[in-house]
């Protein structure tokens, strides 16, 4: 080989048939390489469908704990007489409810009981509870209290208990003048 036909190194370059030399690797080295790195993608896919099978696992069980626990409260309030009473029990001569009545600011009220923390709403009848689903939409669900709105509010006047109210309502009207010109804040 001439001077001119030599390849030219510069340095920290090695020629290219050195470079050739390092980077072949026989068929069993290879073999065992690509083994090793499917057997560890196989237990990473296998330890995300244990995860995933726990979970979904635990989820199932969470959902028939809810309904354990919410079927459980509906036979409590089914069950409530949502009257004072105490160990002494009850005094036919003289009914005295355990419920409250609160307004909230924006208006709306609800009655609920102090015993079984029934809830009813305006529109609630002896066969049905007017409830918001998550979407924000009215559904209607079977009454497990057979108390609708009105038997509740006719209650309110057989307790002692008084009725309560948010505080805001000044701000409430505040707010409305804000959003409609010419309602006076202070009335």
Same mark, same amino acid.
């Given at each position: &080989?001439?001077?001119?036909?030599? !390849?030219?190194?510069?340095?920290?370059?090695?020629?290219?048939?050195?470079?050739? %030399?390092?980077?072949?690797?026989? $068929?069993?080295?290879?073999?065992?390489? =690509?083994?090793?790195?499917?057997?560890? /993608?196989?237990?990473?896919?296998?330890?995300?469908?244990? #995860?995933?099978?726990?979970?979904?696992?635990?989820?199932?069980?969470? /959902?028939? @704990?809810?309904?354990?626990?919410? %079927?459980?409260?509906?036979?409590?309030?089914?069950?409530?007489?949502?009257?004072?009473?105490?160990?002494?029990?009850?005094?036919?001569?003289?009914?005295?409810?355990?419920?409250? +009545?609160?307004?909230?600011?924006?208006?709306?009220?609800?009655?609920?009981?102090?015993?079984?923390? &029934? #809830?009813?709403?305006?529109? %609630?009848?002896?066969? +049905?509870? @007017?409830?918001?689903?998550? @979407?924000?939409?009215?559904?209607?669900? !079977? @009454? +497990?209290?057979?108390?609708?709105?009105?038997?509740?509010?006719?209650?309110? #006047?057989?307790?002692?208990?008084?009725?309560?109210?948010?505080?805001?309502?000044?701000?409430? /009207?505040?707010?409305?003048?804000? $959003?409609?010109?010419?309602? %006076?804040? =202070?009335?």
């Amino acid at each position: &080989m001439t001077e001119l036909n030599k !390849p030219v190194q510069t340095q920290g370059t090695t020629p290219a048939s050195s470079q050739q %030399d390092a980077v072949t690797i026989d $068929a069993g080295t290879l073999q065992a390489l =690509v083994t090793m790195l499917l057997s560890e /993608r196989k237990e990473q896919m296998e330890e995300r469908q244990a #995860k995933k099978e726990a979970y979904l696992a635990k989820e199932k069980q969470r /959902r028939i @704990n809810a309904k354990f626990m919410m %079927d459980q409260k509906h036979k409590s309030q089914s069950l409530c007489t949502h009257r004072k009473g105490g160990k002494s029990g009850f005094n036919p001569a003289y009914v005295n409810y355990a419920i409250s +009545h609160h307004t909230y600011v924006d208006a709306s009220s609800t009655i609920r009981c102090l015993i079984c923390a &029934m #809830k009813w709403m305006p529109g %609630d009848t002896k066969e +049905h509870l @007017n409830r918001k689903d998550d @979407n924000g939409n009215i559904v209607k669900l !079977p @009454n +497990h209290t057979s108390w609708g709105w009105a038997d509740a509010y006719a209650a309110l #006047k057989q307790t002692t208990n008084t009725a309560t109210a948010s505080e805001i309502v000044l701000n409430y /009207r505040a707010e409305v003048a804000h $959003a409609e010109p010419g309602i %006076d804040p =202070v009335k």
